[in-house]
């Protein structure tokens, strides 16, 4: 009788067994201008339904002093939608994996050995922007025949910036055109760029991937309008907020890719084993309106590429 | 554990146990193995049919690939645009080229402005070349494609693997997984994404299946799956859709896992009480079968203890009464082999008194037989010696001295009758048959009529009549009590000193009345008291009298119910007697 009470107990203490603590998976966001690849990480992974996981998300809403609080330790998981969230969360210190959603120039921040095996403690879905900066100057001409002379905006001291620079002057190389550079540093120096857009002779300006220009797009854009100059974006959220022309990843894909691999890594599976990733599709996105009110003449042949068409 | 079993061993507890858990087993397993067979069968079905549908997606999406680029290479016209065109319509393009055998027409890439030239693949009068998988720094496989023309035009296309995969439709069931294979056996594409970058090879368990035919292996890790593997013509590789066999068991699993710890519960609820209830039953025959061995052994240290249902407890309570008597039983015997010397010492001892009793019986019938024949010899001697004498013819006696001897011979003769007499009574005392006629006498009454008698037989001793005024009461047979004061007067004058007094005395208390004959003579010897109520005891061998006057005393005395005695002290001898008092209403008169 004994003994089958001890082999009855186990079934009564499983059935009695506390349920463990949610892990908490944690996204940290430096600003408005990637929200929207938070919100579609979001949606990736609560489509699968995953059982004892919190999800929550940390908005430092374009500060990055205030990133730093983000950064608490006790969540399971940190999902970063750019370069410096993910820099402030490895710099924390804290020991649980990242994954980023979206990181420009992976193997320049030096936080994966390599994009096979990273051998850290983040990987992630790399967007693969800084090395389409050239491509997007392509699309531009390919857009816009007449355009000669480009303003490039970019942020200096971001690890991506000197990959991104470097295609973009090895694109314009090959395209024959002219570049003109326009560094912001910080958002004061936003202040002067409809008057020195305004003042010089350039045809278009193009955004390289930097989370101050990105969290400050609608000073950038209305800069660019004042100047009656097209800006080329990163990608297709971009292009719906005013941007005339982007090339980049899907923000929904990127977003499904990440959830993936964060199921996988809360699995179990180690962080650093995990390949990065290069996003799934690359999309062309075109805005007519801005063009219309630009007074634009867009190739109709690269309307016809465009994955997507804003009109 | 072993003595654990064996005190199981035989009891119906374990034998309703198995019969009750056995069959459930048996049942279970053989529902298992059908259940598990037909689900397993449904299941392969499934896979069948998921292989078959992404086979047909997958073909179905190769042939676009080949028809898109294809119209792409037949178009005329800018041929740039054309393949920026396909690109827009191809996610998994990486890079196109178009060329003739001279030089290349045109190239796009999907992230190079000015892409790395693609390696020359199609060859002329072959229309479609799939060429080697090579991996990107991503560890991506990409695929090759070159495709000719009879114009002497060739395109070639590096294509993503893992991008045209997720082209297809997703797979229906996400229990399922799904993988596509090089020529080598190595992923190139699957719905793990992570096996595929990491450049592993599929099990060659699997890749070595029947194509088209459900199978079990064994993977690396010792999982049992069941696939279906579907050959890729185009690509050289396979397609392989897979599940673990544990997996898709699942839900039967768990349904029978529900099913048997439910019954299991419901039979380990009621073995309890069935548990308990064999219990009862046992108990007491293991107490039973341990207090036999105990007795066996010897003796039972303690009573069994009653349990279990009335009948059982009935049976233990008639073992623990007959264990008591054997044990009772035993105790005797040891006991009464222990004091049987004692007993027979005892029996011995008893029998040397009887015996004694007997001699002594046999002396005194000696000594009485002795005394009779002497008593009676005596007076017959002279009766016969004075009636010779009398009758002598040689001699004349004168008248007065033939009255001499006549008197003689009436006294001799008196005595004879007395002796014979008492012989009478005695004899019916000893037969129990003495009778005695009591009436309501007043004890005062007759001791004063009685006085004179008494002084005669004191034969000219100081006589003393002590008695109280008022009258007692006794129920007495006159006559009988009135021989036993002169028996007693008698022997006080025959053994005491001559001259000496002798007093009679009657006293009374509530009970009784008590007659007393006191003298001064020496009295019996110490020791001798009891005697000398037996018959012809004499305290010494002159006296006369015929010995037996004591014993009739005693027999009279007793026959009213009285008791009579001998005291010594102060130089007096005291005989006494008692009878019960009566009440005075009805008082005879002393000569009725």
Known sequence: MRRLAWLLLPLLLAACRPSAPPREVRVVVSGPGRLARAEAFAAGLRGYDLENVELTVCDAGGEADSLAACTEPGPALFVTVGGVETRTVIEAGDEAPVIYVGLAASLDWGYVASLSHPGGRASGVDNNYAELSGKRLQLLKLALPEVERVTVLYQPGVVPTPRGLASVRRAAAELGLELDYYPVADPDDLNGLAKALGGSSVDAALLLPSFVLENHLQVVLASCKRAGLPLVGLDAAQVRQGAFLAYGASGADMGRQAARMARQVLEGYPVSEMPVERPQQVQLSLNLTVAGELGLAVDPRVVDLADEVVQ | ?592
């Not at chain 2, 397993?40 to 896979?47: E, P």
């Not at chain 2, 990486?94 to 999907?110: C, F, I, N, P, Q």
């Not at chain 2, 007795?295 to 049976?315: I, K, N, V």
């Not at chain 2, 002084?455 to 000219?460: D, I, K, P």
């Open chain 2, 1 to 592: 554990m072993k003595g654990w079993l064996s005190r199981l061993e035989g009891r119906f507890t374990l034998a309703a146990a198995a019969a009750g858990v056995l069959p459930l087993l048996l049942v279970g397993a053989v529902a298992w193995y059908g259940l598990s067979r037909s689900y397993l069968n449904l299941a392969g079905a499934r896979i069948e049919s998921e292989a078959a549908h992404l086979q047909g997606s997958l073909d179905g999406r190769l042939e676009t690939l080949v028809g898109v680029l294809g119209q792409t290479l037949d178009a005329p016209g800018d041929e740039v645009w054309a393949l920026r065109y396909a690109a827009a319509r191809l996610p998994e393009v990486v890079e196109l080229r178009v060329r003739d055998d001279a030089k290349v027409l045109a190239t796009w890439s999907r992230f190079e402005v000015t892409p790395q030239p693609l390696e020359p693949l199609a060859r002329p009068g072959e229309r479609e070349v799939w060429g080697p998988v090579w991996r990107d720094d991503w560890g991506e496989p990409q695929l090759t494609l070159g495709l000719a023309r009879a114009s002497s035009r060739f395109l070639e296309a590096q294509l993503r693997a893992p991008v045209l995969w997720d082209a297809l439709v997703e797979l229906r069931d996400p229990t399922l997984h799904a993988f596509l294979t090089d020529a080598g056996g190595r992923y190139l594409a699957s719905s793990d994404r992570l096996e595929v970058l990491r450049g592993a090879a599929a099990p060659a368990a699997v890749l070595g299946g029947e194509a088209g035919r459900v199978f079990r292996y064994r993977d690396d890790a010792g999982i049992e799956k069941l696939a279906v593997v579907r050959p890729v013509e185009r690509l050289g590789g396979l397609l392989v859709v897979e599940a673990p066999v544990q997996t898709l068991l699942a839900p039967l699993s768990r349904s029978l896992l529900v099913l048997l710890a439910s019954v299991l519960l419901a039979m380990a609820a009621s073995f309890w009480p069935g548990w308990r209830l064999a219990r009862a039953v046992t108990r007491p025959l293991d107490e039973l079968a341990r207090g036999a061995g105990e007795l066996e052994q010897g003796s039972l240290e303690t009573p069994l203890a009653e349990s279990g249902p009335p009948e059982a407890r009935s049976a233990v309570r008639a073992f623990n009464r007959m264990a008591a008597e054997l044990e009772r039983n035993r105790s005797e015997l040891e006991d009464y082999a222990l004091h049987l010397e004692e007993r027979v010492a005892e029996r011995a001892e008893a029998l040397r008194l009887a015996r004694d009793r007997a001699l002594e019986a046999d002396r005194a019938k000696t000594r009485f037989l002795a005394s009779v024949s002497h008593e009676l010899r005596t007076p017959l001697a002279s009766i016969k010696g004075f009636a010779s004498t009398l009758l002598a013819t040689d001699v004349a006696w004168k008248p007065e001295e033939a009255a001499e001897f006549l008197r003689i011979i009436e006294s001799e003769a008196d005595r004879m009758h007395r002796l014979v007499s008492d012989l009478l009574d005695r004899a019916r005392g000893e037969r129990g048959e003495f009778s005695v006629t009591p009436l309501m006498q007043d004890a005062v009454r007759l001791l004063r009529e009685m006085e004179p008698r008494l002084r005669r037989l004191a034969r000219g001793r100081p006589l003393q009549v002590v008695a109280p005024g008022g009258p007692l009461c006794v129920p007495l047979d006159a006559e009988r009590i009135r021989s036993v004061l002169a028996n007693l007067v008698e022997n006080a004058v025959r053994y005491s000193p001559k001259g000496s007094p002798v007093t009679v005395g009657l006293t009374a208390s509530p009970a009784e009345v008590r007659f007393s004959v006191s003298d001064a003579g020496s009295g019996v010897p110490a020791g001798m008291e009891e005697k000398v109520f037996e018959p012809f005891f004499r305290a010494a061998e002159s006296g006369g009298g015929t010995g037996l006057g004591l014993a009739i005393a005693k027999a009279i005395v007793e026959a009213h119910g009285g008791r009579i005695g001998l005291e010594r002290g102060g130089g007096a001898t005291v005989f006494w007697f008692a009878l019960p008092r009566g009440e005075c209403d009805d008082v005879a008169g002393a000569d009725s």
